[in-house]
């Protein structure tokens, strides 16, 4: 038995090496989500209509910064890469072109502020929902570059495998975001309720609180390693930039076309109505939770994946991707057992007198339920794609996240508008079809391609 542990456990690509650079960011990941769980708890003590408002507007805000997100991400595997291949002092430089995209890039999302509102009012959702989206919406787009700052800052870190700081930086945030979020939209120790604004404003504040965190540990980290120096690193690198760029868009635009699928998919599920609304949201939320800490996996499989393929060892790339299989095997039961069982309980959280909105109670067990069928799927979705991502394989990534969430908004878009059918039809296709896509993350990951790319050539 001890030695067939050590078998899965030990060495370099096994479950021991992911799991240091993994558990902290699923305990990142984890804080996220208690941020946004809470978010919705406080505000469906107000009504349903807000809590779905800050689904929609949430997310919306969220499609536009995609972009942006995506693509300074790349800067992850990518500082993996070079310290694979023994250049570390280029890891910092690959941060500050990172930094100089989320520069250019903020004047852009808040330019993309009217396209949001258009997109409330076209969809036909409730006008109190759509006043109540919009404002959250507008608050986080002004503060979107904080998050995208910081994370560009988190990148080196992940990098470089050295994630206790970006765990440390999601506890802070999530601190301040849950108790100002308590204060301003409670309305507590006498203060004035602020509903879905003082959400916008908690989420703010908790974002500048942990990107000064990260920040002051990218300069402690500069201090302690005599080969790094700070004030050399703060130039714009025409080669990294390329290289960023490069392999960065395709994550970019990929992020913001599966975000925007997202957005749209939720945004015709409120169509239906109040309590479909409210029941997607809380099933979404109850997603979410499970969906997160997987990231966590899927960004370390990413930064092991560059370090080895930096370091030309590709059948090490390989076991990492295997060890974050069996990972997420054992997760994805846990999370099926979960939301199989407990439902009903699962519900009710998030609803105010249950025992007399009955209707919503059921619809909202169902979708909840459905959860449970495509985590472990979700799961090996992740997984591969971080394989591809942190190989260089990102344009194709890129083109099966397009192509099936795009057919999936149709699909969603003709069974609501054209079809008419059910929200518990609509939202079983919408559940299955996750398998559907981790197999075609899988094929393209079976071919070997991402074996032949060369992210940093031996002059590099």
């Not at 994630?163 to 939209?185: C, D, E, G, R």
Request: with cysteine.
């Amino acid at each position: 038995m001890v030695g067939f542990l050590r078998k899965h456990f030990e060495g370099q690509g096994g479950i021991n090496q992911l799991l240091v650079i993994a558990l902290p960011m699923i305990a990142s990941q984890a804080c996220d989500t208690i941020m946004m769980f809470t978010d919705r708890l406080f505000l469906s003590q107000l009504s349903p209509t807000h809590m779905a408002a800050s689904m929609s507007g949430g997310f919306t805000a969220f499609v536009f910064t995609a972009f942006f997100l995506g693509l300074t991400e790349y800067a992850s595997p990518l500082v993996a890469t070079y310290l694979g291949s023994g250049n570390e002092k280029k890891c910092p430089v690959v941060v500050t072109q990172a930094l100089i995209v989320t520069l250019v890039g903020y004047p852009i999302v808040l330019a993309c502020i009217p396209l949001g509102h258009l997109l409330f009012k076209y969809i036909g959702q409730d006008p109190q929902q759509i006043e109540l989206s919009i404002l959250y919406f507008n608050i986080l787009m002004c503060g979107s570059i904080l998050s995208i700052a910081r994370n560009s800052l988190n990148c080196f870190f992940s990098g470089i495998g050295k994630t206790k700081i970006i765990m440390f930086s999601s506890i802070v945030t999530m601190t301040v975001n849950v108790a100002v979020n308590y204060v301003l939209i409670l309305g507590k120790f006498g203060l004035p309720s602020l509903g879905i604004k003082g959400a916008a404003i908690g989420t703010i504040t908790g974002n500048a609180c942990g990107f000064l965190v990260v920040a002051i540990g990218y300069l402690l980290h500069h201090r302690a390693h005599q080969s790094l120096v700070f004030s050399e690193s703060l130039r714009f690198d025409k080669a990294i930039m390329k290289k960023l760029l490069k392999f960065g868009y395709p994550g970019g635009l990929e992020g913001f076309l599966e975000i925007i699928a997202y957005d749209f998919i939720i945004l015709f599920f409120h169509s239906y109505g109040a309590d479909v609304a409210a029941a997607v949201t809380i099933a979404f939320n109850w997603d979410i939770v499970a969906f997160i800490p997987l990231l966590g996996v899927h960004i370390s499989v990413a930064s092991l994946t560059g370090r080895f393929m930096g370091a030309r060892e590709p059948d090490l790339a390989r076991r990492t991707v295997f060890s974050a299989l069996k990972l997420t095997s054992c997760y994805g039961l846990l999370m099926f057992l979960l939301f199989f069982v407990f439902p009903g309980p699962l519900s009710a959280i998030f609803i105010q007198d249950p025992e007399n909105n009955t209707a919503l109670l059921e619809l909202t067990r169902y979708m909840v339920a459905m959860v449970a069928f495509y985590v472990i799927a979700h799961g090996f979705h992740l997984v591969f794609w971080g394989a591809l991502r942190g190989a260089g394989d990102t344009f194709w990534a890129m083109v099966i996240t397009v192509i099936s969430h795009w057919m999936l908004v149709l699909g969603v878009v003709m069974m609501i508008r054209v079809f008419k059918l059910s929200p518990e039809v609509t939202w079983g296709v919408f559940v299955f079809t996750m398998p559907v896509i981790a197999l075609a993350f899988y094929a393209r990951y079976k071919t070997g391609k991402w074996r032949t790319i060369e992210v940093v050539g031996h002059d590099d």
